[in-house]
Nanobody, 126 residues
């Protein structure tokens, strides 16, 4: 069965950096686009960044552009999220998600994704 396991969350001061990893198993990883979502307390889960099967195309939500970088290593079945210049409003549980397709779709909701990790907490203090 498909499993996605996130790691790398933690507590950091504003302006700091964190790197998240998501190790995938039970699937042919290189066949699927992947994404990072986040959910803050009292808010809906939102997409943060997504990457196509090859890593050649990426998308970001506007609030993280220029600060976050999504990447993948298909040989290691892992997708990453490098987060720099963190802000208190980045505080959330971050989830890794597997797309149903290999390419990125225009749909920025949860609909294109069918498997999720358990999440990792990121807390940014001011």
């Amino acid at each position: 069965q498909v499993q996605l396991v996130e790691s790398g969350g933690g507590l950091v001061q504003a302006g700091g950096s964190l790197s998240l990893s998501c190790a995938a198993s039970g699937l042919t990883f290189k066949n699927y686009a992947m994404a990072w979502f986040r959910q803050a307390p009292g808010k809906e889960r939102e997409v943060v960044a997504a990457i196509d099967w090859s890593g050649g195309r990426t998308t970001y939500r506007d609030s993280v552009k220029g600060r976050f970088t999504i990447s993948r290593d298909n040989a290691k079945n892992t997708v990453y999220l490098q987060m720099n210049s963190l802000k208190p409003e980045d505080t959330a549980i971050y989830y890794c998600a597997k797309s149903k397709t290999s390419i990125l779709l225009l749909d920025r909701t949860e609909r294109p994704y069918d498997y999720w990790g358990q999440g990792t907490q990121v807390t940014v203090s001011s």
